[in-house]
């Protein structure tokens, strides 16, 4: 067998699908991309890639790398657990073989951050107010504030509006 053979007929031993949370990642990126009012050529520009790429990564059809995904969480301005939020615990999110050993140890362990989960948010809640153009335009506008202290202090002020109308 030539080491070429080696390489075409080499084993694949079975490992968790993960389209589904590639789909996930890509399509938190473009919201947060449009939120921000990015085009894709900018933040392809920002990562030295092209616009392609980054269409890829929105789509799902290319998995983005852990330091690539530590990148765009910068330039974006949010923390990478943002790439992630709404997925659930995981253990829905993607198929498995039931017979893989990674899966066997992780359906026999409790949950990770359990109580968080019970905290988190709705998702379809979340996602709908999120592409409302309302919210994208009062986003932009705050972000358009150059001086982080006064975008601090109109948050507090419309956290605090909101606070008041929720207690009456």
């Known amino acids: 067998m030539t080491a070429v053979d080696k390489i075409t007929t080499r084993s694949v031993t079975p490992t968790l699908q993960s389209g589904g949370i590639d789909l996930h990642v890509g399509s938190r990126i473009r919201l947060r991309r449009t939120q921000l009012g990015l085009s894709q050529e900018k933040l392809g520009e920002a990562l030295g890639i092209t616009f392609q790429q980054i269409q890829k990564y929105e789509r799902g059809a290319n998995r983005v790398g852990a ?33 893989h050993p990674a899966m066997e140890v992780a359906d026999q362990r409790p949950p990770f951050n359990k109580a968080q989960q019970s905290a988190a948010c709705t998702g379809s809640e979340d996602q709908a107010l ?5 919210t994208l335009e009062l986003v932009r506008a705050y972000y358009r504030i150059p001086q982080p202290a006064l975008r601090k202090k109109i948050l507090d002020l419309i956290t605090s509006m909101s606070d008041e109308t929720s207690a009456e």
Not at 72 to 91: E, H, W
Not at 130 to 134: D, G, H, M
């Open 67 to 99: 330091s690539r995904l530590y990148h765009i969480a910068s330039i974006l301005d949010v923390p990478i657990s943002f790439f992630f939020d709404d997925m659930g615990s995981g253990r829905q999110t993607f198929s498995h073989t039931p017979s």
């Open 130 to 134: 999120l592409s409302r153009k309302e």
